[in-house]
């Protein structure tokens, strides 16, 4: 035993002498310049290094460098440029004075992903004929170094013409073989109008054909969203795929998705292409979409327990820069949208057999088909949003049939004042896609219909009977379970939040109506009269006649929060009386045969 330590203690001391005499006897500055020209004729790149370089021995033999930047030609910015560059070498090459860096590590570093430090082609550089096909990406220069590590940095990106977002705490770990297979993560977050990101990634990609092909996998990324005019519970999930890209033709595409947002999932494949024009086309399925836990502007749900899409403000101070339709990047991009949802929640709508079929082209929406179940009954709104004009213009053609109505209202904050299911067809054109500007400025008419009508509080025949026994007890009807409105149908036109009803006709258990009215969402008012026809009187053969023939007008009017009712039953009853028992004196005077006597008493019932 005593032997086999001494003889370690021996290699450990020659092997630490070596390397002291190797560090003494090669200078790292005299690779600078083999390094900045290594870089140079590869990739066209300027490598500079501002301090000198030295070697540093433990636990592994590396080339410490201070200030570094890495610039392409013509950029008037630096690709990457950092604090601290640290270079492992390996030791054997170093004895026939050859540079071999197994890893690099870059700590403090700034990497700018922006016009300004893109490649910039010479002033003079001679240009080709307009009409040729642009030169595929071939010449780009590969990645040969089997370690990376990026600690503690920045990046920034930033396309033409756009915002500038700024990735902190960066942190990459790459390694990758002699076949060029790679294992890559990376960990980072973003702040920006008072909203946070955080990002986990940790994936593998195959760079053998780089760069005119690359693939890889998204093994898993983890991600979380907080912050103004999101969810006060955040928005965080994982997602997963594989994917590939083609450098020469500027595609992609991929497979195997698999995200999950809250408690969302969706599973899918998509592809699309990069050069103008840009496309995108998306198959996805979910098996959960719950949209009040995605959006700003979901109402807060008021099941125990459940989540709250309550969201956070940002001040004033945080607001972000108006934008316009022409900023939006639709406008540049051809999208297919194929989605199937087998249960979705929207506004505390339970959805199920969620299809849509959805095709943007540089900024003219189609949606093919929006459709979908809710309960017992079925939805379909095609329709299409153009946002190629600074108005925008939304037109909707909405189909409903048997959707229950009371759910509809609280979905759409209305009064909740309904019952029973409703039909309907129509056509709806605005200027915005929220439901508050649906409820302000947006116009349009629908042919509509409803079966087994409730209005809660407010049972109208027998609101008619009770004001009847007030006025006359010589009639009367038997108090009966009456079933509301049985069927109901008219036409609603829609103009800057006032739907206005007109020929409304219904018919229910010894009931029949017929009116039409006015409703203010704005304003949260109603202004509705109603003509009710009782059936099934007793007694009085005249004021049975008058109460079954004649429309007792119901009028619905006020605040919705105080809302007001006048059923003028006695005037109805007077007035008919009145007029029967002018009619019968008309005829006992046209019997008389004095003309003169005729005419004196008309003239007496004149009013």
Same mark, same amino acid.
Request: aromatic share 4%; glycine share 8%.
């Given at each position: 035993?005593?032997?086999?330590?001494?003889?370690?203690?021996?290699?450990?001391?020659?092997?630490?002498?070596?390397?002291?005499?190797?560090?003494?006897?090669?200078?790292?500055?005299?690779?600078?310049?083999y390094m900045v020209q290594q870089v140079e004729q590869r990739s066209g790149y300027r490598l500079q290094v501002s301090s000198d370089l030295r070697w540093h021995v433990w636990p592994q033999l590396s080339i410490l460098a201070g200030r570094m930047s890495l610039t392409a030609p013509g950029a008037s910015q630096p690709l990457v440029s950092a604090e601290n560059m640290r270079l492992d070498v390996d030791l054997w090459p170093l004895i026939s004075h050859q540079l071999s860096v197994s890893q690099v590590l870059l700590k403090n570093a700034v990497v700018r992903v922006t016009p300004d430090s893109a490649a910039q082609p010479a002033k003079n550089a001679p240009q080709g004929p307009r009409d040729a096909e642009p030169a595929?990406?071939?010449?780009?220069?590969?990645?040969?170094?089997?370690?990376?590590?990026?600690?503690?940095?920045?990046?920034?990106?930033?396309?033409?013409?756009?915002?500038?977002?700024?990735?902190?705490?960066?942190?990459?770990?790459?390694?990758?073989?002699?076949?060029?297979?790679?294992?890559?993560?990376?960990?980072?977050?973003?702040?920006?109008?008072?909203?946070?990101?955080?990002?986990?990634?940790?994936?593998?990609?195959?760079?053998?054909?780089?760069?005119?092909?690359?693939?890889?996998?998204?093994?898993?990324?983890?991600?979380?969203?907080?912050?103004?005019?999101?969810?006060?519970?955040?928005?965080?999930?994982?997602?997963?795929?594989?994917?590939?890209?083609?450098?020469?033709?500027?595609?992609?595409?991929?497979?195997?998705?698999?995200?999950?947002?809250?408690?969302?999932?969706?599973?899918?494949?998509?592809?699309?292409?990069?050069?103008?024009?840009?496309?995108?086309?998306?198959?996805?399925?979910?098996?959960?979409?719950?949209?009040?836990?995605?959006?700003?502007?979901?109402?807060?749900?008021?099941?125990?327990?459940?989540?709250?899409?309550?969201?956070?403000?940002?001040?004033?101070?945080?607001?972000?820069?108006?934008?316009?339709?022409?900023? +939006?990047? %639709?406008?540049?991009? !051809? $999208?297919? *949208?194929?989605?199937?949802?087998? =249960? #979705? @929640?929207? /506004?505390?709508?339970?959805?199920?057999?969620?299809?849509?079929?959805?095709?943007?082209?540089?900024?003219?929406?189609?949606?093919?088909?929006?459709?979908?179940?809710?309960?017992?009954?079925?939805?379909?709104?095609?329709?299409?949003?153009?946002?190629?004009?600074?108005?925008?213009?939304?037109?909707?053609?909405?189909?409903?049939?048997?959707?229950?109505?009371?759910?509809?209202?609280?979905?759409?904050?209305?009064?909740?004042?309904?019952?029973?299911?409703?039909?309907?067809?129509?056509?709806?054109?605005?200027?915005?896609?929220?439901?508050?500007?649906?409820?302000?400025?947006?116009?349009?008419?629908?042919?509509?219909?409803? +079966?087994? %009508?409730?209005?809660? !509080? $407010?049972? *109208?025949?027998?609101?008619?009977? =009770? #004001? @009847?026994? /007030?006025?006359?007890?010589?009639?009367?009807?038997?108090?009966?379970?009456?079933?509301?409105?049985?069927?109901?149908?008219?036409?609603?036109?829609?103009?800057?939040?006032?739907?206005?009803?007109?020929?409304?006709?219904?018919?229910?258990?010894?009931?029949?109506?017929?009116?039409?009215?006015?409703?203010?969402?704005?304003?949260?008012?109603?202004?509705?009269?109603?003509?009710?026809?009782?059936?099934?009187?007793?007694?009085?053969?005249?004021?049975?006649?008058?109460?079954?023939?004649?429309?007792?007008?119901?009028?619905?009017?006020?605040?919705?929060?105080?809302?007001?009712?006048?059923?003028?039953?006695?005037?109805?009853?007077?007035?008919?009386?009145?007029?029967?028992?002018?009619?019968?004196?008309?005829?006992?005077?046209?019997?008389?045969?004095?003309?003169?006597?005729?005419?004196?008493?008309?003239?007496?019932?004149?009013?």
């Amino acid at each position: 035993m005593k032997r086999v330590i001494t003889t370690l203690a021996i290699l450990l001391v020659v092997v630490v002498a070596g390397m002291s005499a190797l560090v003494l006897l090669v200078n790292p500055n005299d690779f600078r310049a083999y390094m900045v020209q290594q870089v140079e004729q590869r990739s066209g790149y300027r490598l500079q290094v501002s301090s000198d370089l030295r070697w540093h021995v433990w636990p592994q033999l590396s080339i410490l460098a201070g200030r570094m930047s890495l610039t392409a030609p013509g950029a008037s910015q630096p690709l990457v440029s950092a604090e601290n560059m640290r270079l492992d070498v390996d030791l054997w090459p170093l004895i026939s004075h050859q540079l071999s860096v197994s890893q690099v590590l870059l700590k403090n570093a700034v990497v700018r992903v922006t016009p300004d430090s893109a490649a910039q082609p010479a002033k003079n550089a001679p240009q080709g004929p307009r009409d040729a096909e642009p030169a595929t990406p071939s010449s780009g220069w590969s990645f040969d170094i089997a370690k990376l590590r990026v600690a503690d940095s920045l990046l920034i990106w930033q396309q033409p013409g756009g915002d500038e977002y700024n990735f902190r705490d960066l942190n990459i770990n790459l390694d990758q073989d002699s076949h060029k297979q790679a294992t890559l993560a990376l960990t980072t977050s973003l702040m920006r109008n008072q909203r946070n990101a955080t990002i986990n990634l940790k994936g593998q990609l195959d760079a053998a054909q780089y760069p005119h092909r690359l693939s890889g996998q998204i093994e898993q990324l983890d991600y979380t969203l907080s912050g103004a005019d999101i969810p006060v519970q955040g928005i965080k999930g994982s997602l997963s795929l594989r994917g590939e890209w083609n450098g020469d033709r500027q595609q992609f595409a991929f497979s195997d998705l698999q995200l999950t947002a809250n408690d969302s999932s969706l599973t899918g494949e998509g592809e699309g292409h990069l050069a103008s024009p840009q496309r995108l086309a998306l198959d996805l399925k979910a098996s959960t979409l719950n949209l009040d836990n995605l959006l700003t502007n979901a109402p807060a749900a008021e099941t125990p327990g459940a989540q709250r899409a309550t969201v956070a403000r940002s001040p004033v101070i945080a607001a972000p820069r108006e934008r316009s339709n022409a900023d +939006s990047p %639709l406008n540049a991009l !051809d $999208l297919a *949208l194929k989605l199937e949802a087998d =249960r #979705a @929640v929207w /506004r505390g709508l339970t959805l199920s057999g969620l299809a849509i079929d959805a095709r943007n082209q540089q900024g003219l929406m189609t949606l093919n088909t929006l459709r979908g179940k809710l309960g017992n009954g079925s939805f379909s709104v095609p329709g299409s949003i153009d946002i190629r004009q600074p108005v925008t213009h939304v037109s909707l053609k909405p189909q409903l049939r048997l959707i229950a109505l009371q759910p509809l209202l609280k979905a759409f904050a209305l009064p909740e004042s309904l019952q029973g299911d409703l039909n309907l067809d129509g056509e709806l054109s605005g200027d915005s896609l929220t439901v508050e500007a649906a409820k302000r400025s947006w116009q349009g008419r629908a042919t509509l219909s409803a +079966s087994n %009508l409730q209005l809660a !509080d $407010l049972n *109208l025949q027998q609101m008619v009977r =009770r #004001a @009847v026994a /007030r006025v006359s007890d010589r009639v009367s009807s038997d108090e009966q379970s009456d079933q509301g409105i049985e069927q109901i149908g008219g036409q609603v036109a829609l103009r800057q939040g006032v739907l206005t009803f007109s020929d409304l006709n219904g018919n229910g258990q010894h009931l029949d109506l017929q009116g039409g009215g006015k409703v203010d969402m704005v304003q949260q008012q109603l202004d509705v009269t109603l003509g009710l026809k009782i059936s099934g009187w007793q007694g009085d053969k005249a004021l049975v006649t008058a109460l079954s023939d004649q429309p007792i007008p119901l009028r619905m009017y006020g605040s919705w929060n105080s809302l007001q009712y006048s059923l003028p039953v006695d005037s109805v009853l007077r007035d008919r009386l009145q007029n029967e028992a002018k009619s019968r004196l008309n005829q006992w005077i046209d019997r008389q045969q004095d003309e003169e006597k005729k005419q004196n008493l008309k003239k007496l019932l004149q009013p």
